[in-house]
T-cell receptor, first 114, second 116 residues
Framework: GAGVSQTPSNKVTEKGKYVELRCDPI?????LYWYRQSLGQGPEFLIY????????DSGLPNDRFFAVRPEGSVSTLKIQRTERGDSAVYLC????????????FGQGTRLTVV | AQSVTQLGSHVSVSEGALVLLRCNYS??????LFWYVQYPNQGLQLLLK??????LVKGINGFEAEFKKSETSFHLTKPSAHMSDAAEYFC??????????????FGRGTSLIVHP
């Protein structure tokens, strides 16, 4: 596709449920990032993939959060036993590999845990 | 580890007035610097980035930013604000983290309000 695509655009789930958020990056981009953005805050880094491997997962808040990118393209962010504090907009971005490359962002998935 | 400080969560200007959005960074090495804009209900879009080729960087929509190493700043400016500039603006810094990867770190953002 022309840009980074994230699905669903909105997700409402009950506390304690499991959710999956999908990111389809720009074709050919080997780098993929997940960020979380709470209201009134900047994007907070979660995890970074280079190809299929998670090169840096230091931003994942706890072991309820996990992400995969099995074929080096589409990525899925998985959240187990959701809590109300997980409510936020989850942003995905992709870029070419390099030191000063621009990250292209999707429109995000707004997750609401009730 | 790098960090970004954006002074002022909200900046209000009149249409036609100068826009100045402040960004200071903390990095142990010369970083890569970016400004992104986020319009309501849209994703982040790159306005401009510092490439070390020139300290004054020109971006889209008439915005520019000046890299000042001595002040560790990368402030965003536009000579004349338009109503369509109303949005959230984020400064980001990227340098090599502990994992060896270049990952952008974002500031809290500044909301630009433009009055008619």
């Amino acid at each position: 596709g022309a840009g980074v695509s994230q699905t669903p655009s909105n997700k409402v789930t009950e506390k304690g449920k499991y959710v999956e958020l999908r990111c389809d990056p720009i074709s050919g981009h080997t780098a993929l990032y997940w960020y979380r953005q709470s209201l009134g805050q900047g994007p907070e880094f979660l995890i970074y993939f280079q190809g299929t491997g998670a090169a840096d997962d230091s931003g994942l808040p706890n072991d309820r959060f996990f992400a995969v990118r099995p074929e080096g393209s589409v990525s899925t962010l998985k959240i187990q036993r959701t809590e109300r504090g997980d409510s936020a907009v989850y942003l995905c971005a992709s870029s070419q590999t390099g030191e000063n490359t621009e990250a292209f962002f999707g429109q995000g998935t707004r997750l609401t845990v009730v | 580890a790098q960090s970004v400080t954006q002074l002022g969560s909200h900046v209000s200007v009149s249409e036609g007035a100068l826009v100045l959005l402040r960004c200071n960074y903390s990095s142990s090495v010369p970083p890569y610097l970016f400004w992104y804009v986020q319009y309501p209900n849209q994703g982040l879009q790159l306005l401009l980035k510092y490439t070390s080729a020139a300290t004054l960087v020109k971006g889209i929509n008439g915005f520019e930013a000046e890299f000042k190493k001595s002040e560790t700043s990368f402030h965003l400016t536009k000579p004349s604000a338009h109503m369509s500039d109303a949005a959230e603006y984020f400064c980001a810094v990227s340098d090599k983290g502990t994992g060896g990867s270049y990952i952008p770190t974002f500031g809290r953002g500044t909301s630009l309000i433009v009055h008619p």
